[in-house]
Protein backbone atom coordinates (compact mmCIF):
# COMPACT_ATOMS: atom_id res chain seq x y z
CA UNK A 1 0.00 0.00 0.00
CA UNK A 2 1.23 3.35 -1.06
CA UNK A 3 1.43 6.24 1.26
CA UNK A 4 0.18 9.86 -0.05
CA UNK A 5 2.54 12.22 -0.20
CA UNK A 6 1.11 14.18 2.69
CA UNK A 7 1.42 11.31 5.17
CA UNK A 8 4.93 10.19 4.31
CA UNK A 9 5.91 14.71 4.83
CA UNK A 10 4.05 13.75 8.08
CA UNK A 11 6.05 11.00 9.28
CA UNK A 12 9.22 12.57 7.88
CA UNK A 13 8.06 15.41 9.99
CA UNK A 14 7.73 13.12 12.86
CA UNK A 15 11.01 11.24 12.74
CA UNK A 16 13.01 14.61 12.34
CA UNK A 17 11.30 16.09 15.77
CA UNK A 18 12.13 12.94 17.36
CA UNK A 19 15.88 12.54 16.14
CA UNK A 20 16.12 16.56 17.20
CA UNK A 21 14.47 15.95 20.79
CA UNK A 22 16.94 12.96 20.75
CA UNK A 23 20.24 15.19 19.48
CA UNK A 24 19.37 18.31 21.70
CA UNK A 25 17.80 16.77 24.93
CA UNK A 26 18.08 13.17 25.31
CA UNK A 27 21.13 12.46 24.15
CA UNK A 28 22.72 15.36 25.80
CA UNK A 29 20.77 14.13 29.46
CA UNK A 30 22.39 10.73 28.68
CA UNK A 31 25.71 12.45 28.47
CA UNK A 32 25.40 14.40 31.68
CA UNK A 33 24.29 12.01 33.82
CA UNK A 34 27.41 10.08 32.81
CA UNK A 35 29.20 12.99 34.74
CA UNK A 36 27.02 12.62 37.38
CA UNK A 37 27.99 8.68 37.97
CA UNK A 38 31.60 9.80 38.27
CA UNK A 39 30.79 11.87 41.27
CA UNK A 40 29.06 9.31 42.55
CA UNK A 41 32.15 6.87 42.54
CA UNK A 42 34.91 9.27 43.86
CA UNK A 43 32.50 9.53 47.13
CA UNK A 44 33.53 5.78 47.46
CA UNK A 45 37.16 6.20 46.85
CA UNK A 46 39.30 5.74 49.94
CA UNK A 47 40.24 8.94 51.41
CA UNK A 48 37.08 10.81 49.90
CA UNK A 49 34.28 9.76 52.18
CA UNK A 50 31.98 12.45 53.02
CA UNK A 51 34.01 15.04 50.31
CA UNK A 52 31.95 17.38 48.21
CA UNK A 53 32.56 17.44 44.71
CA UNK A 54 31.29 20.47 42.70
CA UNK A 55 30.92 20.84 39.00
CA UNK A 56 29.65 23.77 37.33
CA UNK A 57 29.98 23.82 33.33
CA UNK A 58 28.13 25.94 30.64
CA UNK A 59 29.19 26.89 27.36
CA UNK A 60 30.30 30.27 26.87
CA UNK A 61 27.78 32.63 25.98
CA UNK A 62 24.95 30.57 27.00
CA UNK A 63 22.14 32.04 29.24
CA UNK A 64 22.04 28.59 31.17
CA UNK A 65 24.14 26.08 32.70
CA UNK A 66 24.53 23.06 31.34
CA UNK A 67 26.29 20.92 34.07
CA UNK A 68 25.51 22.27 38.00
CA UNK A 69 26.42 19.57 40.75
CA UNK A 70 26.45 20.78 44.07
CA UNK A 71 26.87 24.15 42.54
CA UNK A 72 25.19 26.05 45.75
CA UNK A 73 27.64 24.86 48.78
CA UNK A 74 30.22 27.12 49.63
CA UNK A 75 33.64 25.16 49.35
CA UNK A 76 37.37 26.46 50.15
CA UNK A 77 38.92 26.84 46.65
CA UNK A 78 42.69 27.62 47.70
CA UNK A 79 44.10 29.57 44.87
CA UNK A 80 41.12 30.24 42.95
CA UNK A 81 40.42 33.04 45.16
CA UNK A 82 43.29 34.60 43.01
CA UNK A 83 40.32 34.51 40.22
CA UNK A 84 38.57 37.13 42.29
CA UNK A 85 41.55 39.06 43.73
CA UNK A 86 42.82 39.53 39.96
CA UNK A 87 39.65 40.11 38.55
CA UNK A 88 38.91 42.94 41.18
CA UNK A 89 42.30 44.02 40.46
CA UNK A 90 41.91 44.72 36.73
CA UNK A 91 38.36 46.62 37.41
CA UNK A 92 39.83 48.87 39.89
CA UNK A 93 43.16 49.77 39.39
CA UNK A 94 42.98 48.88 34.91
CA UNK A 95 45.39 46.78 32.69
CA UNK A 96 47.54 49.69 32.39
CA UNK A 97 48.04 50.61 36.45
CA UNK A 98 52.18 50.45 37.61
CA UNK A 99 53.90 49.87 41.14
CA UNK A 100 56.15 52.72 41.86
CA UNK A 101 59.43 52.83 43.63
CA UNK A 102 60.74 56.03 44.84
CA UNK A 103 64.26 57.28 45.44
CA UNK A 104 64.66 60.92 47.61
CA UNK A 105 67.61 62.53 48.81
CA UNK A 106 67.22 64.01 52.37
CA UNK A 107 69.29 67.11 53.30
CA UNK A 108 69.29 67.87 56.97
CA UNK A 109 71.98 70.32 58.63
CA UNK A 110 74.85 70.02 55.52
CA UNK A 111 74.42 65.87 55.56
CA UNK A 112 72.59 64.13 52.45
CA UNK A 113 70.55 60.90 53.52
CA UNK A 114 68.68 58.47 50.94
CA UNK A 115 65.37 57.65 51.53
CA UNK A 116 63.66 54.57 49.60
CA UNK A 117 59.61 54.94 49.26
CA UNK A 118 57.92 51.01 48.59
CA UNK A 119 54.67 51.17 46.89
CA UNK A 120 53.77 47.55 47.15
CA UNK A 121 55.91 45.93 43.98
CA UNK A 122 55.91 42.79 44.32
CA UNK A 123 58.34 42.04 40.72
CA UNK A 124 61.16 44.15 42.61
CA UNK A 125 64.27 42.10 42.28
CA UNK A 126 68.43 42.27 43.05
CA UNK A 127 68.87 43.00 39.50
CA UNK A 128 66.77 46.22 39.81
CA UNK A 129 68.55 47.29 42.92
CA UNK A 130 71.72 47.37 40.93
CA UNK A 131 70.38 49.01 38.21
CA UNK A 132 69.17 51.67 40.47
CA UNK A 133 72.41 51.74 41.64
CA UNK A 134 74.60 52.29 38.80
CA UNK A 135 72.07 55.09 37.62
CA UNK A 136 72.58 57.28 40.62
CA UNK A 137 76.26 56.77 40.19
CA UNK A 138 75.97 58.29 36.58
CA UNK A 139 74.07 61.12 38.27
CA UNK A 140 76.72 61.68 40.68
CA UNK A 141 74.39 61.16 43.80
CA UNK A 142 76.53 61.44 46.83
CA UNK A 143 75.14 60.06 50.69
CA UNK A 144 77.00 61.08 53.38
CA UNK A 145 74.29 60.22 55.64
CA UNK A 146 72.52 57.24 56.64
CA UNK A 147 69.83 55.23 54.05
CA UNK A 148 66.48 55.23 55.08
CA UNK A 149 63.73 52.82 53.75
CA UNK A 150 59.80 54.09 54.13
CA UNK A 151 56.83 50.93 53.80
CA UNK A 152 54.01 53.06 55.27
CA UNK A 153 52.19 52.43 52.09
CA UNK A 154 50.70 49.21 53.82
CA UNK A 155 49.92 48.95 57.12
CA UNK A 156 48.94 46.27 59.65
CA UNK A 157 49.00 42.75 58.79
CA UNK A 158 52.01 40.84 57.20
CA UNK A 159 49.96 37.58 57.11
CA UNK A 160 46.72 36.47 56.04
CA UNK A 161 44.29 35.98 59.41
CA UNK A 162 44.12 32.49 60.63
CA UNK A 163 47.18 31.43 58.40
CA UNK A 164 49.28 28.69 60.60
CA UNK A 165 52.60 29.75 61.82
CA UNK A 166 54.28 26.96 60.35
CA UNK A 167 53.61 28.25 56.93
CA UNK A 168 55.81 31.30 57.88
CA UNK A 169 58.56 29.06 57.31
CA UNK A 170 57.55 27.73 53.44
CA UNK A 171 57.96 30.33 50.39
CA UNK A 172 54.71 30.16 49.64
CA UNK A 173 53.74 32.22 53.21
CA UNK A 174 56.81 35.19 53.09
CA UNK A 175 54.94 38.03 54.26
CA UNK A 176 53.93 40.98 52.47
CA UNK A 177 55.43 44.58 52.80
CA UNK A 178 55.00 47.86 50.82
CA UNK A 179 58.98 47.24 50.28
CA UNK A 180 60.30 44.10 49.07
CA UNK A 181 62.57 41.84 46.77
CA UNK A 182 63.42 38.21 45.22
CA UNK A 183 60.03 37.19 46.29
CA UNK A 184 61.17 37.78 50.54
CA UNK A 185 63.17 34.76 50.16
CA UNK A 186 66.60 34.75 51.02
CA UNK A 187 68.70 31.88 48.66
CA UNK A 188 71.94 30.29 50.80
CA UNK A 189 74.43 28.07 49.21
CA UNK A 190 77.33 26.29 50.91
CA UNK A 191 79.54 23.56 51.34
CA UNK A 192 79.71 21.10 54.17
CA UNK A 193 82.81 20.62 56.55
CA UNK A 194 84.19 18.03 58.99
CA UNK A 195 84.89 20.93 61.79
CA UNK A 196 81.81 22.23 63.47
CA UNK A 197 81.38 25.80 62.57
CA UNK A 198 83.68 25.61 59.78
CA UNK A 199 80.45 26.22 57.36
CA UNK A 200 81.16 28.14 53.92
CA UNK A 201 78.61 30.18 53.39
CA UNK A 202 77.30 32.11 50.04
CA UNK A 203 73.79 33.96 50.71
CA UNK A 204 71.55 36.23 48.05
CA UNK A 205 70.55 39.03 47.67
CA UNK A 206 72.47 40.16 50.38
CA UNK A 207 75.94 38.54 50.25
CA UNK A 208 77.49 37.20 53.39
CA UNK A 209 74.51 37.30 55.68
CA UNK A 210 75.89 37.42 59.39
CA UNK A 211 73.06 35.79 61.23
CA UNK A 212 73.79 32.54 60.41
CA UNK A 213 74.07 29.65 63.24
CA UNK A 214 75.14 26.24 62.20
CA UNK A 215 73.54 23.33 63.95
CA UNK A 216 73.93 20.57 61.01
CA UNK A 217 74.27 16.91 61.44
CA UNK A 218 77.05 15.43 59.59
CA UNK A 219 76.93 12.12 57.90
CA UNK A 220 78.69 10.59 55.90
CA UNK A 221 76.23 9.30 53.31
CA UNK A 222 75.73 10.42 49.80
CA UNK A 223 73.58 13.32 48.01
CA UNK A 224 70.33 13.81 48.07
CA UNK A 225 71.68 16.30 51.45
CA UNK A 226 68.57 17.25 53.46
CA UNK A 227 69.57 20.96 54.07
CA UNK A 228 67.17 23.27 55.68
CA UNK A 229 67.03 26.76 56.76
CA UNK A 230 64.48 28.77 59.19
CA UNK A 231 64.65 32.70 59.62
CA UNK A 232 63.74 33.52 63.47
CA UNK A 233 61.65 36.45 64.42
CA UNK A 234 65.34 37.83 65.30
CA UNK A 235 67.06 37.53 61.77
CA UNK A 236 68.96 34.47 63.13
CA UNK A 237 69.30 32.22 60.33
CA UNK A 238 69.22 28.13 61.37
CA UNK A 239 70.51 25.76 59.30
CA UNK A 240 70.21 22.19 59.87
CA UNK A 241 70.04 18.82 58.07
CA UNK A 242 72.39 16.42 56.56
CA UNK A 243 75.62 17.14 54.56
CA UNK A 244 78.15 14.26 53.49
CA UNK A 245 81.95 15.91 54.26
CA UNK A 246 83.02 18.96 51.62
CA UNK A 247 79.86 18.38 49.45
CA UNK A 248 77.63 21.47 48.40
CA UNK A 249 74.52 22.26 49.50
CA UNK A 250 71.92 24.98 48.18
CA UNK A 251 68.74 26.18 50.68
CA UNK A 252 66.60 29.17 51.05
CA UNK A 253 64.46 30.76 54.09
CA UNK A 254 61.72 33.49 54.26
CA UNK A 255 62.59 37.24 55.42
CA UNK A 256 61.32 38.31 58.16
CA UNK A 257 61.55 41.96 57.47
CA UNK A 258 61.59 41.92 53.58
CA UNK A 259 61.74 46.37 53.77
CA UNK A 260 64.60 46.19 55.82
CA UNK A 261 66.68 43.11 54.00
CA UNK A 262 65.56 44.84 50.46
CA UNK A 263 67.61 48.21 52.11
CA UNK A 264 70.31 46.58 53.62
CA UNK A 265 70.74 44.81 49.64
CA UNK A 266 70.35 48.31 48.18
CA UNK A 267 73.14 49.33 50.85
CA UNK A 268 75.33 46.66 49.89
CA UNK A 269 75.35 48.20 45.98
CA UNK A 270 75.50 51.71 46.83
CA UNK A 271 79.07 50.82 48.75
CA UNK A 272 79.88 48.63 45.58
CA UNK A 273 79.32 51.91 43.72
CA UNK A 274 81.05 54.22 46.13
CA UNK A 275 77.71 56.36 46.52
CA UNK A 276 77.45 55.51 50.42
CA UNK A 277 80.02 55.03 52.89
CA UNK A 278 80.43 51.54 54.78
CA UNK A 279 79.69 53.13 58.14
CA UNK A 280 76.69 54.66 57.17
CA UNK A 281 73.19 52.93 58.73
CA UNK A 282 70.04 51.07 57.69
CA UNK A 283 67.15 53.08 59.57
CA UNK A 284 62.85 52.76 59.23
CA UNK A 285 61.64 56.14 58.40
CA UNK A 286 58.87 55.95 60.35
CA UNK A 287 60.55 55.49 63.80
CA UNK A 288 63.45 58.28 62.94
CA UNK A 289 61.06 60.80 61.71
CA UNK A 290 61.38 62.93 65.19
CA UNK A 291 65.33 62.95 64.19
CA UNK A 292 64.44 63.87 60.40
CA UNK A 293 63.01 67.39 60.92
CA UNK A 294 63.12 70.41 58.59
CA UNK A 295 64.65 68.24 56.06
CA UNK A 296 65.06 69.02 52.10
CA UNK A 297 63.37 66.38 50.00
CA UNK A 298 64.42 65.89 46.79
CA UNK A 299 63.28 62.86 44.36
CA UNK A 300 66.19 61.50 42.23
CA UNK A 301 64.89 58.33 40.85
CA UNK A 302 61.76 56.72 40.10
CA UNK A 303 61.54 53.08 39.22
CA UNK A 304 58.25 51.48 37.50
CA UNK A 305 57.10 48.33 37.35
CA UNK A 306 55.34 45.71 34.59
CA UNK A 307 51.97 47.02 33.74
CA UNK A 308 49.38 45.33 36.04
CA UNK A 309 47.81 43.10 33.46
CA UNK A 310 51.80 40.84 33.30
CA UNK A 311 51.70 41.36 37.17
CA UNK A 312 48.39 39.62 37.25
CA UNK A 313 49.41 37.07 34.28
CA UNK A 314 52.67 36.32 37.17
CA UNK A 315 50.37 35.91 39.80
CA UNK A 316 47.59 33.58 38.12
CA UNK A 317 50.44 31.45 35.87
CA UNK A 318 52.36 30.81 38.69
CA UNK A 319 49.85 30.76 41.65
CA UNK A 320 51.90 33.52 43.69
CA UNK A 321 50.53 34.39 47.13
CA UNK A 322 52.27 37.03 47.64
CA UNK A 323 51.34 39.01 44.47
CA UNK A 324 47.66 37.99 45.24
CA UNK A 325 48.51 39.62 48.73
CA UNK A 326 50.51 42.76 47.72
CA UNK A 327 46.98 43.58 45.10
CA UNK A 328 44.80 43.09 48.04
CA UNK A 329 46.70 45.17 49.95
CA UNK A 330 47.05 47.94 46.82
CA UNK A 331 43.11 47.93 46.47
CA UNK A 332 42.73 48.91 50.21
CA UNK A 333 45.38 51.84 49.53
CA UNK A 334 44.19 52.70 46.37
CA UNK A 335 40.66 53.05 46.97
CA UNK A 336 40.40 54.38 49.97
CA UNK A 337 42.61 57.68 49.21
CA UNK A 338 39.84 60.30 49.54
CA UNK A 339 39.81 58.63 53.18
CA UNK A 340 42.66 58.49 54.67
CA UNK A 341 42.90 54.46 54.78
CA UNK A 342 46.25 52.77 54.02
CA UNK A 343 46.40 49.78 52.68
CA UNK A 344 45.74 47.06 54.67
CA UNK A 345 44.55 44.34 54.20
CA UNK A 346 41.11 44.22 55.84
CA UNK A 347 40.58 47.30 54.10
CA UNK A 348 41.33 45.37 50.82
CA UNK A 349 39.11 43.01 51.57
CA UNK A 350 36.11 45.33 51.80
CA UNK A 351 36.59 46.51 48.59
CA UNK A 352 36.82 42.97 46.87
CA UNK A 353 33.92 42.35 48.49
CA UNK A 354 31.95 45.26 47.50
CA UNK A 355 33.43 44.61 43.81
CA UNK A 356 31.84 41.06 44.20
CA UNK A 357 28.86 42.36 45.76
CA UNK A 358 28.31 45.33 43.36
CA UNK A 359 29.60 44.50 40.12
CA UNK A 360 29.89 40.58 39.63
CA UNK A 361 26.57 40.38 41.66
CA UNK A 362 27.56 37.57 43.43
CA UNK A 363 25.27 36.81 46.56
CA UNK A 364 26.42 37.91 49.58
CA UNK A 365 26.14 33.78 50.83
CA UNK A 366 28.07 32.68 48.10
CA UNK A 367 30.91 33.79 49.33
CA UNK A 368 33.63 35.14 51.96
CA UNK A 369 37.21 36.52 52.06
CA UNK A 370 39.91 37.06 54.32
CA UNK A 371 42.61 37.58 52.30
CA UNK A 372 43.72 37.92 48.45
CA UNK A 373 45.24 34.79 47.16
CA UNK A 374 42.95 31.97 48.93
CA UNK A 375 45.48 30.70 51.66
CA UNK A 376 43.05 31.47 54.80
CA UNK A 377 41.40 27.99 55.89
CA UNK A 378 38.40 30.02 56.39
CA UNK A 379 37.73 31.49 52.64
CA UNK A 380 35.14 30.45 50.64
CA UNK A 381 33.05 30.71 47.26
CA UNK A 382 30.60 28.88 45.44
CA UNK A 383 31.17 26.95 41.95
CA UNK A 384 28.29 29.50 40.72
CA UNK A 385 29.60 32.31 42.47
CA UNK A 386 32.72 31.45 40.35
CA UNK A 387 31.31 30.71 37.16
CA UNK A 388 29.46 34.62 37.77
CA UNK A 389 32.88 35.85 37.92
CA UNK A 390 33.59 34.41 34.59
CA UNK A 391 30.22 35.93 32.83
CA UNK A 392 31.23 39.51 34.40
CA UNK A 393 35.08 38.81 33.14
CA UNK A 394 33.74 38.42 29.64
CA UNK A 395 31.48 41.75 29.54
CA UNK A 396 34.72 43.58 30.01
CA UNK A 397 37.41 45.48 27.69
CA UNK A 398 39.79 43.45 28.89
CA UNK A 399 38.91 40.28 29.13
CA UNK A 400 41.10 38.51 26.75
CA UNK A 401 43.86 39.98 28.76
CA UNK A 402 42.25 38.01 31.69
CA UNK A 403 42.16 34.84 30.17
CA UNK A 404 45.52 34.95 28.66
CA UNK A 405 46.48 35.02 31.97
CA UNK A 406 45.38 31.57 33.11
CA UNK A 407 47.99 28.96 32.98
CA UNK A 408 47.68 26.31 30.07
CA UNK A 409 47.37 22.83 29.63
CA UNK A 410 51.02 21.29 28.99
CA UNK A 411 52.29 24.54 29.02
CA UNK A 412 54.48 26.94 31.24
CA UNK A 413 53.02 27.55 34.79
CA UNK A 414 50.86 25.54 37.28
CA UNK A 415 48.98 23.16 34.61
CA UNK A 416 52.47 22.27 32.55
CA UNK A 417 52.39 19.10 33.93
CA UNK A 418 48.21 18.28 34.20
CA UNK A 419 46.32 16.31 31.48
CA UNK A 420 49.26 14.64 30.50
CA UNK A 421 48.05 11.25 30.69
CA UNK A 422 44.23 12.10 30.35
CA UNK A 423 44.76 12.91 26.37
CA UNK A 424 42.56 15.47 26.48
CA UNK A 425 40.96 16.68 22.99
CA UNK A 426 41.14 20.43 23.71
CA UNK A 427 43.41 22.61 25.06
CA UNK A 428 42.55 23.72 28.86
CA UNK A 429 43.35 27.39 30.34
CA UNK A 430 42.63 27.33 33.97
CA UNK A 431 43.70 28.42 37.36
CA UNK A 432 44.70 25.63 39.75
CA UNK A 433 43.84 25.41 43.73
CA UNK A 434 45.53 23.38 46.42
CA UNK A 435 45.19 23.50 50.24
CA UNK A 436 45.21 20.74 52.69
CA UNK A 437 41.54 19.54 52.26
CA UNK A 438 40.62 21.32 49.29
CA UNK A 439 41.63 20.69 45.24
CA UNK A 440 40.22 23.62 42.77
CA UNK A 441 40.35 23.69 38.95
CA UNK A 442 38.56 26.82 37.28
CA UNK A 443 38.61 28.21 33.90
CA UNK A 444 37.37 27.20 30.18
CA UNK A 445 37.86 24.76 27.39
CA UNK A 446 38.70 26.03 24.58
CA UNK A 447 36.98 24.79 21.73
CA UNK A 448 36.77 26.59 18.70
CA UNK A 449 32.89 27.14 18.58
CA UNK A 450 31.65 25.75 21.76
CA UNK A 451 34.10 26.80 24.53
CA UNK A 452 32.90 25.34 28.05
CA UNK A 453 33.54 27.44 31.34
CA UNK A 454 33.92 25.33 34.08
CA UNK A 455 34.77 25.16 37.65
CA UNK A 456 35.31 22.21 39.73
CA UNK A 457 35.94 21.38 43.58
CA UNK A 458 36.93 18.56 45.83
CA UNK A 459 36.14 19.70 49.42
CA UNK A 460 36.94 18.05 52.85
CA UNK A 461 38.74 14.55 51.31
CA UNK A 462 41.10 13.26 53.57
CA UNK A 463 44.16 12.51 50.94
CA UNK A 464 47.74 13.59 52.16
CA UNK A 465 49.20 16.06 51.22
CA UNK A 466 51.95 14.89 49.38
CA UNK A 467 49.33 12.54 47.44
CA UNK A 468 46.72 15.36 46.51
CA UNK A 469 48.92 15.61 42.92
CA UNK A 470 48.16 12.03 42.15
CA UNK A 471 44.95 11.25 43.21
CA UNK A 472 42.93 14.71 43.66
CA UNK A 473 44.26 16.21 40.53
CA UNK A 474 43.63 13.26 38.68
CA UNK A 475 40.16 12.97 39.40
CA UNK A 476 39.95 16.54 38.75
CA UNK A 477 41.49 16.29 35.51
CA UNK A 478 39.81 13.32 34.47
CA UNK A 479 36.47 15.33 35.03
CA UNK A 480 36.94 17.88 33.01
CA UNK A 481 38.02 15.23 30.25
CA UNK A 482 34.32 14.07 30.50
CA UNK A 483 33.01 17.53 30.39
CA UNK A 484 34.75 17.99 26.83
CA UNK A 485 33.86 14.53 25.78
CA UNK A 486 30.27 14.57 26.71
CA UNK A 487 29.11 18.33 26.51
Same mark, same amino acid.
Given at each position: MKLSSTKSLVILATLAGVIGISWYVIIPQIKIRSVGHLIEKIQNIPGFEGSVVVVDAKYEGAEKDALQINTGTPIHPGSNYKLLTGAASLHYLTPDFTFKTNFYTLTQNGKQHLLIEGRGDPTFHH?? %?QAIAATLREKDIKITGNLYYDEEYFNGESYGPDWESEWKDIHFGVPVAALQMDDSILYIRGKGSAVKNNLMIATAALELYPLIKDIRTLVTTPPPHKISAKMGEDGVVTIEGETAGNNDFSTSTNMRNPGQMTAEVFRQELIKNKIISKKSK??????? =?? &? #?? &? %??? =? #?? @? &? @?? +???LQEIVKQMLTFSKNNYGETLIRTLGE?? &? =?? +? !? =??GSQAKGVEILEKFLTNEVKIAPEDFK !? #?? /??GMSPSSRITGRGIMQLFEYVNRQSWKDIYWEALPGSNQEGTLRHRFLETNIQHPIIAKTG????? +?? #?? /?? %???ENDAILFSVHVFQHQIPSEQVGIQVQHIIDKIVKLLDERL
Open positions: ED %IVLNFARE =KE &N #LK &N %IKR =K #LV @H &N @HT +SAPEK &N =KS +S !G =KT !G #LD /GSTHEFA +SS #LS /GK %ITR
